[in-house]
């Protein structure tokens, strides 16, 4: 079995193969290579559709990619065009609940900057941890606390990942491990569309487990914002590759035992509640990200 790199390279090459022999089928010439890598989150796959001359691959035809258990999460990679930039969408993401390792979960943002991506959206269904956030909204994630107990970039560092130049260190900076400008962007794009927006700090949690309120507590003492079981490993490794990163959080719910505005009790949490909300508020995330893709190609 070759190493961490070759796996990847081998997935990277099996996908151009498919996308080649696609183009030529439809008498494209040029060479496609994506520069915005998005991964959808739970209940967020719809946006997969609004990639145009999409060459789709399930994840089981590409070597070494990791497979989905978790309902709400397809296990397609999409590429084509978003307001003609080329982009690599993946429909569906591994995580380390799932029983993965962090090899695993972050083998295919690997893949995705070897493809060519040079900046990354990372999306994710999370918890409300402030109750001013309310359910249904979209969060630019500012910063992250991860509290899985572990770092997808532990193990022998490998710098043929490096995407930029001083990128693929052993030791490197997350202060602006999320884009500023490309925040920014998002803040902007979603003001001019009437879309309720925010800015907070992401919590990560292992999971599969909903937090106890007591643990929803001490995380707010902690600076959280929002809380999930996903991103932060993907997001480092994009930081080690040199990767730009902008995160969007969809609330689904507002976390274990916090309380919405007006309300007495606070509701209990099932998955399928993270599935329903991103179906509503699917139109505006979808609205948001196509006008957003091109701005951010032009931006990095
Ligand atoms: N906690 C952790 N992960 C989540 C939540 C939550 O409340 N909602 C959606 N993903």
Redesign the pocket.
Known sequence: MSDLFGRAQEAVEAIRDRVRGESLRLGLQAEFVPRVGIILGSGLGAFAAQVVDAVTIPYAEIPHFPQSTVVGHSGKLVLGTIGGVAVAVMQGRVHAYEGYSLEQVTFPTRVLGLLGCRTLIVTN???GIRASIPQGSLVAISDHINLTGMNAAAGPNESRFACAPGAGERFFDMTTAYSPALRRLATEEAERQGIPFSEGVYLA?L?PS??TSAEIRAFRTLGADL???STVHEVIVARHMGIAVLGLSLV??L??GVIAPGEKNAET?HHED?IEIGRRVERQFTGLLVALVPQMADAI
């Open positions: 269904a999370a918890g949690v999971g909903f937090e809380v999930g079981m689904t719910n976390a274990a949490i993270v």
